[in-house]
């Protein structure tokens, strides 16, 4: 039986099975683990965290005799207790009865967040191009630095959920493999939100969007940095990544989660997709999310040989794929980043063009929009911020435009500033 036990009582050479409280705070890549070393003892007491889940057919179990010396070599953890601790009865608990906390750092407005997005952004960028290169290399994950990205991430999402969605489609060529992988880790932890997953599934769903393409550092870097379209020949190298990165994962003790999001997100719900053509019923949930996510933003992404789909035009059209996606899940997918996401250009009733600045708050049909342009006298028009859910709004939305077909100079400027 799994028991709960202070932080206080937890030792060398037990088996962690859960960390207490938010994974916003720890710095854990792994959510259960055998406690050996000495530093991660201490910056698990170091941390904030109150309590944690102990599997005692694992590791060893409480020595209460020893209390009072740990007590007095570790530091003393803070006196503000989780929200979830004021009701807890004292002593061990069995697991079923412990209730999940998520942080909430309160939402912003999606300007102010787009500004964080844009930095948070480009230091993401960073990090995960030094992680590839580590990889290539043949070096460990520096789990701690890729939980305190995630954790980064998610922060902003949890804030105002589309900004850094947003912002993460707003990649080049040359940076498209860094910030794909930024990009899907902020869309799975949406969707995770969306879809209700408590902390610790939340987190996994995170880390398993940042490292599902972890295998393509394996990849020759002129079949991976190619601007054109892959041969037969070469997209089969490149296939391989899945099976490369679940690898890699494992031999640096990734979750069992993570390395499967890395090896099946681009299983087919038919069973025709890779590595290994499974159907639906044994693709697990978070890689089906990690397959909808994947596509959504590589279709919504610049490429070389490509032009980048608008984002409401890549749902319409991710919709129509049969046998491709879990339906169910491609619904919450759309709820988490609107039918229009931000950043679409749109068509209105009242023959102008808009673009969408703010999801609805109550319906995704009508979200906050910036006009600009009248079909009518086919110019740009002064700029005009109009939320379709207000009493008195008079306009709606008719459909998705493309951008390509208009042609519009710094397009991405109306909605990033």
């Given amino acids: 039986m799994?028991?709960?036990?202070?932080?206080?009582?937890?030792?060398?050479?037990?088996?962690?099975?859960?960390?207490?409280?938010?994974?916003?705070?720890?710095?854990?890549?792994r959510g259960s683990f055998l406690l050996t070393d000495t530093r991660d003892l201490m910056a698990i007491r170091e941390c904030g965290i109150q309590d944690v889940w102990i599997d005692p057919s694992q590791g060893q179990v409480v020595d209460t005799r020893s209390r009072l010396a740990a007590d007095a070599q570790a530091p003393s953890p803070p006196t503000t207790p989780e929200p979830d601790t004021a009701s807890r009865p004292s002593g061990?608990?069995?697991?079923?009865?412990?209730?999940?906390?998520?942080?909430?750092?309160?939402?912003?407005?999606?300007?102010?967040?787009?500004?964080?997005?844009?930095?948070i952004c480009l230091s993401a960028k960073s990090q995960v191009k030094d992680m590839l290169q580590a990889a290539r290399l043949g070096k460990?994950?520096?789990?701690?630095?890729?939980?305190?990205?995630?954790?980064?991430i998610a922060a902003s999402v949890e804030r105002q959920p589309v900004a850094l969605l947003s912002v993460a489609r707003l990649k080049t060529h040359d940076d498209y493999t860094y910030m794909h992988s930024v990009a899907v880790c902020a869309l799975m932890i949406a969707m995770a939100r969306q879809l209700g997953f408590d902390d610790e599934r939340t987190r996994l769903a995170g880390v398993g969007g940042l490292m599902h393409d972890l295998g393509k550092a394996a990849m020759p870097l002129d079949v991976l940095n190619k601007p054109g379209r892959l041969t037969d020949a070469e997209f089969s190298v490149m296939r391989s990544h899945t099976v490369a990165g679940a690898n890699m994962l494992r031999s640096s003790g990734a979750d069992s989660t993570v390395v499967d999001i890395a090896l099946h997100h681009h299983e087919k719900i038919d069973g025709t997709g890779y590595p290994h053509k499974l159907p639906g019923a044994r693709i697990s949930e978070l890689a089906r999310m990690g397959a909808i996510c994947d596509v959504y933003d590589a279709v919504t992404s610049q490429r070389a040989y490509k032009e980048a789909w608008n984002p409401a035009e890549a749902m319409r059209q991710m919709a129509k794929w049969e046998g491709h996606f879990d339906k169910q899940l491609f619904s919450a997918f759309v709820k988490s980043v609107g039918i229009y996401p931000v950043g679409s250009l749109v068509r209105l009733a009242s023959q102008r063009l808009a673009i969408v600045l703010a999801p609805g708050a109550e319906s995704l049909l009508t979200p906050v929009v910036r006009v600009f342009f009248s079909l009518r006298s086919e110019e740009q028009i002064p700029v005009q911020?109009?939320?379709?859910?207000?009493?008195?709004?008079?306009?709606?939305?008719?459909?998705?435009?493309?951008?390509?077909?208009?042609?519009?100079?710094?397009?991405?400027?109306?909605?990033?500033?």
């Fill in 92 to 119: 061990e608990m069995t697991e079923g009865t412990a209730s999940s906390t998520r942080s909430s750092p309160g939402p912003t407005s999606i300007t102010q967040e787009i500004e964080r997005a844009k930095r």
């Fill in 385 to 417: 911020t109009i939320d379709l859910a207000a009493p008195n709004a008079t306009d709606r939305i008719v459909g998705p435009e493309d951008p390509s077909k208009w042609g519009f100079p710094g397009l991405e400027d109306l909605w990033l500033k």
């Fill in 140 to 152: 460990a994950i520096d789990a701690g630095t890729t939980q305190l990205l995630v954790r980064e």
């Fill in 2 to 29: 799994k028991t709960r036990i202070p932080v206080t009582d937890l030792q060398l050479g037990m088996f962690i099975h859960k960390l207490g409280g938010s994974w916003l705070k720890h710095p854990f890549l």
